[in-house]
């Protein structure tokens, strides 16, 4: 599993610009199963992507994709992590 942390490097008036683009690539990918859970960072810093796909290239081909990496709005910081333990209900997510 992948834990992405994204962070704005643009005013969050651009970010806004390109949020419609970047929510309906998102769904993309959950509609494809890249993603498990995501949302923004309290405070407004950036956001989070939890993915579980096999590799940290396949990883960043899907990233390469995002609006906001393609309009230079975020950096991204990769930390891949098993998860060894969970709470009930989500078993799933051990490996």
């Known amino acids: 599993m992948f834990v992405v942390s994204l962070t704005y490097e643009r005013p ?4 806004d610009n390109h949020l419609d683009a970047h ?3 998102l769904q993309e990918e959950y509609g494809k199963g890249s993603f498990i859970a995501s949302g923004r960072k309290v405070p407004r810093t950036g956001g989070v ?8 290239d396949e990883l960043q081909l899907i990233l390469a994709k995002d609006p906001f990496q393609q309009a230079g709005i975020a ?3 990769i ?3 098993i998860a060894s333990m969970t709470a009930k209900g989500f078993e799933k997510l051990k490996e």
């Open 12 to 15: 969050l008036e651009e970010v």
């Open 23 to 25: 929510v309906a690539w």
């Open 49 to 56: 992507i939890l993915s579980g796909v096999k590799t940290r």
């Open 75 to 77: 950096q991204y910081d």
């Open 79 to 81: 930390t891949e992590f």
